[in-house]
């Protein structure tokens, strides 16, 4: 009887094809969904031209850049990457720094988070949640030895991510804010950080959260709308009641594919923050449960690949396999909690499907990163040179 070795697994095919078809997947529907919930605001919208199909359109070209950036990034060695780490990040200082300059920033409902370019805007903060996955994980392979050290290990990390913070709190967007601290957090933890220093680490965050919460009004604001949001429903709670309605509406199989009430110019931001409740009015509870699977698997593709790569020895690969993977998962989990009511409204995208161009091309070429660490794995199994 002939047994099948993990190495004859791993090799089995040039790349993985169940990260690459739920990536597919997700994009593609995200597509769908991202017309259906924007027709009525785009025909709305003299901006648009009042044509239903614009959303669409520029969702599409979204994509087929995203695609051509992730073709690029799959070239590129990890080596290559880690190599670039410090510099990327260096790259997205300066954007965040930018952004926030009068002229150069544009600012939208009180948030300076984008620069204008000719024919889009680019959203720095997204492709900084790459670069600094990036930058940790290089920082933590080089600073391996001090893990252990408060002052050699830790301290310069914490001071760079303060910095990082205090550029997007300044946008504000505390949401990013949000995702590249679990990304670092984790990425640190898995590095071999101490456990003392983790725990204060933690703490720390939890505490200085808290007072970013409670110092700023409309932050306080969302807190408060978030815990009762029937009790304003048509001020504080606005957006969340009517996110709840979408999910009461769809109950099991939804109630039918363009078929939302929602999206008629009652639940803003229908087509980005809020996709998800019409994906819940659109297709039930069965539409929202695919989509919950699908980042579920790409998730435990991630960690699968991180795994692989350890074996390996390549340690930069593998934390940053885990950190994309702990960015995706978090940013999902965000945006599907405040959704569902769960969690607090905060300005995130439901990574792969909601509409916004810098989101789109920095989760496809993190998907090729991610496939990158994956095929050198299976190239390293086979005895062939990466």
């Not at 991180?306 to 930069?316: C, G, V, Y």
Request: with cysteine.
């Amino acid at each position: 009887m002939y047994v099948v070795s993990r190495k004859d697994r791993i090799v089995a095919t040039a790349y993985d094809e169940g990260l690459l078809w739920a990536s597919l997947l997700l994009l593609g529907f995200g597509l769908v969904m991202v017309y259906s919930a924007s027709i009525a605001m785009a025909e709305a919208d003299k901006m648009t031209g009042h044509q239903s199909t614009y959303f669409l359109i520029r969702h599409a070209l979204y994509l087929g850049i995203g695609g051509m950036a992730a073709l690029a990034a799959f070239q590129v060695p990890t080596k290559v990457w880690q190599q670039g780490a410090p510099y990327l990040f260096l790259i997205g200082l300066a954007l965040l720094v930018l952004v926030l300059i009068p002229g150069i920033g544009r600012e939208v409902n009180g948030s300076r988070r984008w620069i204008p370019l000719v024919v889009a805007t680019l959203q720095p903060s997204e492709f900084m949640k790459l670069f600094a996955a990036m930058y940790v994980a290089d920082y933590t392979v080089r600073k391996a030895a001090y893990m252990s050290s408060f002052t050699k290990g830790f301290m310069p990390m914490l001071g760079v991510m303060l910095l990082v913070g205090g550029l997007l709190l300044r946008e504000p967007d505390f949401g990013a804010f949000a995702v590249i601290a679990s990304v670092a957090i984790s990425i640190l933890w898995l590095g071999g950080i101490n456990v003392r220093i983790f725990i204060g680490l933690l703490a720390m965050l939890v505490v200085g959260f808290i007072l970013l919460i409670w110092s700023s009004p409309y932050r306080l604001q969302r807190i408060t709308g978030f815990m009762d949001p029937w009790a304003d429903p048509f001020g504080k709670g606005y957006q969340l009641s009517h996110a709840l309605i979408a999910f009461g509406r769809g109950e099991w199989l939804g109630v039918g594919l363009g078929a939302s009430v929602e999206k008629l110019l009652y639940l803003p931001e229908a087509h980005t923050d809020f996709l998800l409740a019409v994906i819940a009015e659109e297709l039930g509870f069965v539409g929202v449960l695919a989509v919950v699977l699908m980042f579920a698997w790409i998730i435990v593709r991630a960690f699968s690949i991180a795994k692989e790569a350890i074996l390996n020895d390549r340690h930069f690969s593998a934390l940053l396999a885990q950190g994309i993977g702990v960015w995706l998962g978090v940013q999902a989990t965000i945006n599907i909690g405040v959704n569902m009511g769960l969690l607090p409204t905060k300005g995130l995208t439901l990574p792969l499907l909601s509409f916004g161009g810098s989101g789109i091309v920095a989760n496809c070429v993190a998907l090729a990163v991610l496939m990158r660490v994956d095929w050198e794995n299976r190239r390293i199994a086979k005895g062939m040179p990466i």
